[in-house]
């Protein structure tokens, strides 16, 4: 069975600076996608950023850039230029090609400090 | 576009009772999951509908059931409620086919509180 391990419960950066937030998964298909999900305190749930596990290049978005590193099964979320509103928890999650199915990690709790 | 709306968007129960929670999906997408978020088991898949068929369903108990009706909408339900069943439960529609990424939105979930 597919699993998703976030071993940083808490991580805090300063506004402006970078933070990495840390995922790793494990799985024994070869094509599925991979997601970071924030969920700021008011609770929805949204999409940062998705990785195609077929894709070789990282997958970016304005300020946050991932590093996908699909023999180690680790894939990583960089925040750059943190602000204020970034602060919220991030879950990273796994799916399988053809389903709707997420797996969720338990979830990395931001602190952005001014 | 409307988002995702779940309703009730709080509810209280007592053990063993039953409960009933709505999600409409954004206009278009037949694709419909369902979560349950609690702080010590965290986010978990219940199951999901495509096209009014269960397409795939998580490790609950047969007490959590579910449907899609032909609009998309769909429905929860939990029967014999217990303690533990006390929740964040979050819906999530997508304008996923057969295959191919296609973005998950969620809804803004029903609390489910259990006396």
């Known amino acids: 069975a597919q699993t998703v391990t976030q071993s940083q419960p808490e991580m805090s950066v300063q506004e402006a600076e970078t933070v990495t937030l840390s995922c790793t998964y494990d799985?024994?298909?070869?094509?599925?996608?991979l997601f970071w999900y924030k969920q700021p305190p008011s609770r929805q749930m949204i999409l940062v950023i998705r990785?195609?596990?077929?894709?070789?290049q990282n997958a970016t978005e304005n300020r946050f850039s991932v590093n996908f590193q699909k023999a180690a099964k680790s894939f990583s979320l960089k925040i750059s230029d943190s602000q204020l509103g970034d602060a919220a928890m991030y879950f990273c999650?796994?799916?399988?090609?053809?389903?709707?199915?997420?797996?969720f990690g338990t979830g990395t709790r931001l602190q952005v400090f001014p | 576009k409307a988002g995702v709306t779940q309703t009730p968007r709080y509810l209280i129960k007592t053990r063993g009772q039953q409960v009933t929670l709505s999600c409409s999906p954004i206009s278009g997408h037949r694709s419909v999951s369902w979560y349950q978020q609690t702080p010590g088991q965290g986010l978990q898949f219940l199951f999901e509908y495509f096209s009014e068929t269960q397409r795939n369903k998580g490790n609950f108990p047969g007490r959590f059931s579910g449907r899609q009706f032909s609009n998309s909408r769909s429905e929860m339900n939990v029967s014999t409620l217990e303690l533990g069943d006390s929740a964040l439960y979050l819906c999530a529609s997508s304008s996923a086919g057969l295959a191919g990424v296609s973005e998950q939105f969620f809804g803004p979930g029903t609390r489910l509180t259990v006396l």
């Open positions: 999650a796994y799916r399988d090609y053809n389903t709707d199915k997420l797996i």
């Open positions: 799985t024994s298909e070869s094509d599925y996608y």
């Open positions: 990785q195609e596990a077929y894709k070789q």
